[in-house]
């Protein structure tokens, strides 16, 4: 076994589409490579939204981040994995939560004129902030530090959710 779970291998994540939108299914596969016998408390799949904020302090501008939606699987246990030639190998499967409310991607009425133009544009803006989704897979290593893989998704369709006035179904 490595140092506290340094070096003891690594987690690739590979999903059918990195594509995501309201409702919709995400299924991938996470490959977990071992250089050594790792005793772990299992393996667990996360997929996760981060929506990032500014705001001013003193006059300085500072970045909070705040994780508002949060669904894990998990996909094996508690025990010692073998160090293998051939790769471990996880399928996992996540629905997208549904966004209901009014940010649901219904193109809003156009207002005409220069002052509509302001109006128009203000409301295509992302109020709540920047909004990032993730997949991730993580085998926690006892007494060590944990192997992890991520995979930044991207958003299509219609404005996702946490980025205004709306409602996530959990």
């Known amino acids: 076994m490595g140092l506290f779970g340094i070096g003891d291998g690594k987690i690739?994540?590979?999903?059918?589409s990195p594509d995501i939108s309201s409702g919709a299914t995400l299924t991938g596969t996470a490959t977990i490579t071992l250089n050594s016998d790792v005793k772990a408390n299992g393996i667990i799949a996360k997929v996760y939204a981060n929506r990032t904020t500014e705001r001013y302090v003193n006059g300085?501008?500072?970045?909070?981040?705040?994780?508002?939606?949060?669904?894990?699987?998990?996909l094996d246990g508690d025990k010692?994995?073998?160090k293998s030639s051939s790769p471990l190998k996880y399928d996992f499967k996540f629905v997208i939560p549904q966004v209901t409310g009014n940010d649901t991607g219904n193109a809003p009425q156009q207002i005409p004129g220069?002052?509509?133009s302001l109006i128009n544009a203000?409301?295509?803006?992302?109020?709540?902030?920047?909004?990032?989704?993730?997949?991730?897979?993580k085998m926690n290593v006892h007494m060590g530090i944990p192997m992890i893989g991520v995979q930044e998704l991207n958003w299509v369709?219609?404005?996702q959710p946490g980025a205004g006035m709306d409602t996530i179904e959990q």
């Open 60 to 74: 300085n501008r500072q970045p909070e981040t705040e994780t508002f939606y949060v669904k894990e699987i998990p």
């Open 122 to 137: 203000a409301e295509r803006m992302q109020p709540g902030g920047v909004v990032r989704w993730y997949v991730e897979v």
């Open 80 to 82: 010692l994995y073998p």
């Open 114 to 116: 220069a002052l509509g």
């Open 157 to 159: 369709g219609a404005r």
């Open 12 to 16: 690739q994540i590979q999903v059918t």
